[in-house]
């Protein structure tokens, strides 16, 4: 009668079956208003269980309203309750797993292959151990202070400098901190300075908050400071290694970008993304060094250390900082506390400089390899952009021109690749490079990645196969 | 004669040491566009150092612009690289570690000394030792599978809600969701539809987006769906649990919210911040079963697990899943997979479920030992509003008035409690209640908090000492 069945084997214990199943006619309309519920004895023979069991179900719908209840008289629908719901059935594409892919250039993705687990899992699960019970509870917008005292200390000894581990601010990673940091240098109608071409990527957190876009152009040592526009706003740069083209932003450039960011009381936001994996030299020094009151550092672990981290951090001016824990306060609160403790272990017994030291041996030679089997396969048709350092490369062709389309075109034919249009704000000044990401890479993999790209880039005529020929 | 002394007891390299100085002399002006720098043989004589050193010192200098170089000429300091930086010096509170509270009535706290700490950690070094490489890297901004699976199975078995795992988006904890959810549904000139009083902290998320803010009052059992504003927007709901007043919305009223939505072409956000713990009778369902389509669903496991695991999760209709993806991906990227892992083994094998059950029966004993010890402090004067449920109460008192200062001024006596008129936006309408969150306190702590309590209101003219005298 009542078109539902008990079911005992599943996990729903059965009053809430009978609940749902009530409710749901209820709600669809089919028992309408002022109709009459069974009694719960009736039910309850009907359905062969117990009238307790009945009466449960109906103590939940009368808590919730769907019906009522008057002393001797039968339970009842309750008015106004029904809504006709019909969940639209729609159709899904379910996760499908993707062909490999044939050649894999993507930029920022680190060797993660080398990546020491084991060793961070006995870090971790020592921090676990000796984490105290407080720490469940919310340990703050800012970060443990162990780990802020870590990440100054390395800032010290690697960088020289000296920062107080009050003024770092624990992030989810570079992302993260830059769409905090819209937020929080956000005024009506304000401009995003940037370099262009940029991380089109990172971009988008100050488009999502409303910013003008003002682009200034950059050449192969960075971002050209005597077109800065006459505007007041913030500038988001990457003077260490220029994002994408790889320019070590020069002392009078940034002297220049400081005494703007005075003259306009505005601020320089610097996204330090690569810097620690530098092959000709020491890590370049950042531009916060030259004015910790105008510049906001952006450092992040995902690249030195593996990206589902999720830390980074950000050093920032004093005047922000009381803003910077409202806005965290009200977004996403704070950090879990179980990495940040291991990163702070990590960092504490070196273990953090060793890692990186022997990863910048291992991208050296990768970045060497790729250099080889350009060679190889492009002779001299090509030429380098930027500092060596990261993990990719800026690569000029002599004769080929790729829109952004080329991205979309190479995916579906399982090569992944970017050209330095993707990422520029201004269309068709960039036409004939690409990037080569290569850390994550094998020397063979580079190689094998490197024939089929150009094999791809023959059959689609961006070259001619009379290169195929070898050159000496 | 360079005024600086190198130091051989610190990590700073002496090349960088080197470096460091001369840059701090140069771009501090002290040293002059054009001077030149002594050779480097004659530096490392003076600094008893190898040449070699100062070698790499000057290519720093050199690799970043400071100085200029040409072959068989000094080394000469480059031009328009100096800024005059001086750091001001800001006077900071070191954070000081305050008195201990005499009273703690904060709302939201879960007893975190009865998780099952050591359990937890078996399955997180469990879930760690099994997680394969991949997922160090980016695993994707909707969350594991293995959780997602683990959350539509809890929902399914707890609440009988049939849910997609494909509909759910993993979060760091319901704040975030919020903040999230803001960006999805804004529109220019949007309001955001609140209960009054509502969650004030958590209406920040809307407000710092840029909503306009209409109050909709409640009464005893929620939102009064017939003061529905005649204007398009999104709700802001807590219909399990109406906070902080307690009410479960009663199901005519849910009718009418889905009405509302559907007629305005709107969603309705449901946050089911605590509704595991109810304690007359089993979970309230979700708003969400009512209609799918227009509903966006809010759980969160910092109540009922801790809060330091920033994992909550949102059930969203499908037209807003793609922009949600977007959005993640351009604010925090994704949840580490660490806790994610851990959780979906803690839900797999009931774990939780178990966890859950013994909280409840915790809770329930604190509220009732809440309810006993108001009646011997305040006896009959006193009544309470809302279900039993949750981590707190709210008490409303015949003859006294809390405005929204009384938080602050308890604070400073060493008292935490919050009034119902802190959470208002009309301000007024409720002076005469107070929160009491019960959730992290032993019985006795509640007994000795209410006696503090009640020794303050006196002392402070809120209530006659007569009734000190005591009540049967």
Redesign the interface.
């Known amino acids: 009668m009542w078109g539902f069945e008990l079911r005992r084997e599943?996990?729903?214990?059965l009053?809430?079956?009978i609940?749902?199943a009530i409710?749901e006619q209820?709600?669809a309309g089919k028992l309408r208003a002022g109709e009459a519920l069974p009694s719960t004895r009736q039910l309850a023979e009907e359905l062969k269980i117990s009238r307790n069991t009945v009466n449960?179900a109906f103590?939940?719908l009368l808590?919730?309203?769907?019906v009522v209840s008057r002393q001797g008289a039968p339970t009842r629908i309750?008015?106004?309750?029904?809504?006709h719901?019909e969940?639209?059935e729609?159709a899904?594409q379910r996760?499908e797993q993707p062909l490999p892919l044939l050649a894999d250039f993507r930029t920022g993705?680190p060797e993660?292959?080398r990546?020491p687990?084991y060793l961070w899992?006995q870090i971790?699960?020592k921090a676990?151990?000796e984490m105290s019970?407080?720490?469940?509870?919310?340990?703050g917008p800012q970060g443990l202070?162990s780990l802020r005292f870590e990440i100054s200390s390395w800032l010290?000894?690697s960088?020289?400098l000296v920062v107080?581990p009050?003024d770092i601010f624990i992030t989810?990673?570079a992302?993260?901190a830059l769409?905090v940091i819209a937020?929080l240098l956000y005024r009506q109608d304000q401009a995003i300075i940037v370099e262009d071409p940029t991380n089109i990527?990172m971009l988008?957190?100050f488009i999502?908050k409303g910013y003008q876009v003002k682009r200034v152009p950059v050449d192969e040592f960075g971002l050209l400071t005597d077109k800065l526009p006459r505007i007041s706003g913030p500038v988001y740069v990457t003077p260490s290694h220029q994002f994408p083209l790889g320019g070590?932003l020069?002392?009078?450039?940034?002297?220049?970008l400081?005494?703007f960011a005075r003259e306009n009381d505005s601020y320089i936001v610097e996204d330090d993304y690569d810097s620690e994996f530098r092959y000709?030299?020491?890590p370049?020094?950042p531009l916060y060094?030259?004015?910790?009151?105008r510049v906001i550092y952006i450092g992040t672990f995902s690249k030195v250390l593996?990206?589902?981290?999720?830390i980074g951090y950000v050093i920032l001016p004093?005047c922000h900082q009381e803003r910077w824990r409202y806005?965290r306060?009200?977004?996403?609160?704070?950090?879990?506390?179980?990495?940040q403790a291991a990163l702070a272990e990590f960092l504490r017994t070196r273990k953090f400089d060793r890692h990186i030291r022997s990863m910048r041996k291992l991208y050296r030679e990768r970045r060497q390899a790729l250099l080889t089997a350009l060679k190889a396969s492009f002779g001299d048709r090509w030429r380098l952009w930027g500092d060596a350092a990261g993990l990719h490369l800026a690569v000029e062709f002599e004769d080929m021109q790729f829109d952004p389309s080329f991205k979309d075109m190479c995916r579906s034919n399982r090569i992944r690749i970017t050209p330095v249009e993707y990422h520029a704000i201004a269309k068709g000044l960039h036409a004939n490079k690409l990037l080569f990401g290569y850390g994550h890479l094998e020397p063979q993999q580079i190689e094998d990645g490197l024939a089929v790209l150009k094999a791809f880039l023959i059959a689609r005529g961006y070259m001619s196969s009379a290169r195929l020929a070898p050159l000496k």
Not at 78 to 83: F, I, N, P, S
Not at 133 to 139: I, Q, S
Not at 289 to 293: I, Q, R, V
Not at 306 to 310: S, W
């Open positions: 599943i996990e729903v214990p009053k809430r079956q609940y749902l409710k209820i709600v449960e103590d939940m808590a919730e309203g769907f309750a008015e106004g309750v029904a809504v719901t969940k639209k729609v899904r996760e993705q993660l292959r990546f687990n899992q971790s699960i676990f151990r019970n407080d720490m469940l509870g919310y340990t202070p010290y000894r960088k020289g107080d009050l989810a990673g992302t993260h769409s937020h990527e988008q957190s999502n070590i020069p002392a009078d450039r940034r002297a220049a400081i005494r000709d030299g020491d370049v020094s060094a030259m004015d910790p009151d593996f990206p589902a981290l999720r004093h806005l306060t009200h977004t996403d609160v704070q950090n879990p506390p179980f990495e």
